[in-house]
């Protein structure tokens, strides 16, 4: 009688659990291994950029996580949180994830496809190729291209450089700051784009980047794609 009393407790737990309501509106959290398919010691200084973004490819990332390390090593567990509020219904999502260092993109992995309608969401392995430095245009090449989203790691922030021919917008934690047309920066191989005040500009020098926001300069920026 006792086991029989202890095993349908049990069952009314499982079943409470099972049938309890799915939270639309708390945080989810993917996590992730990133590997290369052979344990690596990364350089110190390697800044991990892990987002993401609508699988058809277009729109901006809906969550990223980014940090500077020294000491690590691939494999590499990695975690996202994800507002749910900033997910589109119907919306398919992926991850996807970069290395750099030096100023340069060294690994990117291709979209993985990802289900965001559970509180916590298993990527697995994130597969990271070398990056094709051949495959990222001049500076010069980039004012040619009619829309581009350009993302920085700049200190611990995350920095998004959004344009096209008319214009940029750059967002800095959350706050867009409006931008004009690429002219010239002061040195070779820049563009800058700058506000109608001049106090907030960005110069992209293609692998790097600095920028002021309201007259006040930021830290060095690193180009993660």
């Known amino acids: 009688m006792v086991r029989l009393l202890a ?31 052979e344990p690596v010691r990364l350089p ?21 996580a980014s940090a500077v390390l020294d000491g690590a090593d691939l494999p ?3 975690s996202l949180t994800i507002d749910p509020a900033r997910l589109e219904d119907g919306q398919s999502y992926s991850v996807r994830a970069a290395l750099a260092w030096d100023g340069e993109l060294h690994w990117l ?14 990527a697995g392995v ?17 004012v040619t291209i009619d829309a581009e ?24 934690a959350d706050t867009e700051y409006a931008l004009g047309a690429a002219m010239a920066g002061d040195s070779e191989g820049v563009l800058r784009h700058e506000s ?8 992209d020098a293609g692998a790097t980047a600095r920028y002021a926001l309201e007259g006040e300069t930021g830290p060095d920026c690193v180009r993660l794609y």
């Open 149 to 172: 989203e350009a993302i920085f790691l700049c200190g611990d922030a995350l920095v998004i450089l959004n344009r096209d021919a008319d214009g940029a917008s750059l967002s800095v």
């Open 7 to 37: 095993a349908i407790i049990t069952l009314c737990f499982i079943l409470t659990a099972a049938c309890s309501p799915f939270d639309e509106t708390a945080p989810r959290t993917l996590t992730a291994s990133l590997s290369v398919g």
């Open 126 to 142: 994130i597969r990271l190729d070398p990056f094709d430095t051949g495959l990222t245009g001049t500076a010069e090449e980039t």
């Open 109 to 122: 992995s291709a979209p993985v496809p990802v289900d965001v309608r559970q509180m916590r969401i298993d």
């Open 44 to 64: 110190d200084g390697t800044a991990v950029l892990v987002e993401l973004i609508p699988a058809s490819g277009g729109g901006d990332a809906v969550a990223e």
């Open 76 to 78: 590499l567990e990695v």
């Open 196 to 203: 109608a005040d001049g106090q907030t500009w960005f110069d």
